[in-house]
């Protein structure tokens, strides 16, 4: 079991908006540890997509964003594409455990 | 361009060894620290180990504390990976991931390597 929870599947048609939660505790999110989202595309290295709860590296669309509130975070794509379709995961600190986490990761299917 | 290379992923007998190495480039590699991240067939990303810059300071998974050393020679721009008393639920891909952020709470991994693989099996 991840110290994240993410949803395992979510699905959306070509230009709709989806969004994929992340849910922590108290000594991670909860306690002032920012969210990042990465994303791996099929038989790819991981990407990071949002750093620092909502902030997007240089050539990430703005069709991807990124908040967060008290014990979770949330990704937000909006625009659906084709090409969106892949494996997202949440990632933060936990003080309790002195480690980095990862959700268990979300499969987003575009239909 | 910044660029991370694993190498040194194989099949190897439960209760082994072995070494991964990851070659850095483009950017100056004692500024930052680095991590391992392990992928396990059809499974999700999990830390495995990090060390810091130039200090040496080192974190590990529970699932890993013990058999695993991580460490790097700055002089080579060069991360390793000592993994010893492999279990075949250490199969997984590898990846080194180069960290950002000033403190624990805020690093991510900014930048991340191919991936090598390793296969624990008799």
């Known amino acids: 079991q991840s110290v994240l929870t993410q949803p395992p599947s979510v699905s959306g048609a070509p230009g709709q908006r989806v969004t994929i939660s992340c849910t922590g505790g108290s000594s991670n999110i909860g306690a002032n540890s920012d969210v990042h989202w990465y994303q791996q595309l099929p038989g790819t290295a991981p990407k990071v997509l949002i750093y620092?709860?909502?902030n997007r590296p240089s050539g990430v669309p703005d069709r991807f964003s990124g908040s967060k509130s008290g014990t979770s975070g949330s990704l937000a794509i909006t625009g659906l594409q084709a090409e969106d379709e892949a494996d997202y995961y949440c990632q933060s600190y936990d003080s309790s455990l002195s480690q980095w986490v990862f959700g268990g990761g979300t499969k987003l299917t575009v239909l | 361009e910044v660029r991370l290379l694993e190498s040194g992923g194989d099949l190897v007998q439960p209760g082994g060894s072995l070494r991964l190495s990851c070659a850095a480039s483009?950017?100056?590699?004692?500024?930052?620290?680095m991590s391992w991240v392990r992928q396990a067939p059809g499974k999700g990303l999990e830390w495995v180990s990090r060390v810091a810059g130039s200090s040496g300071n080192t974190d590990y998974a529970d699932t890993v504390k013990g058999r695993f050393t991580v460490s790097r020679d700055n002089s080579k721009n060069t991360l390793y990976l000592e993994m010893n008393s492999l279990r075949t639920e250490d199969t997984a891909v590898y990846y080194c991931a180069k960290m950002r952020g000033a403190t624990r709470e805020v690093w991510y991994m900014d930048v991340w390597g191919k991936g090598t693989t390793v296969t624990v099996s008799s």
């Open positions: 483009g950017f100056t590699f004692n500024y930052f620290a």
């Open positions: 620092g709860n909502n």
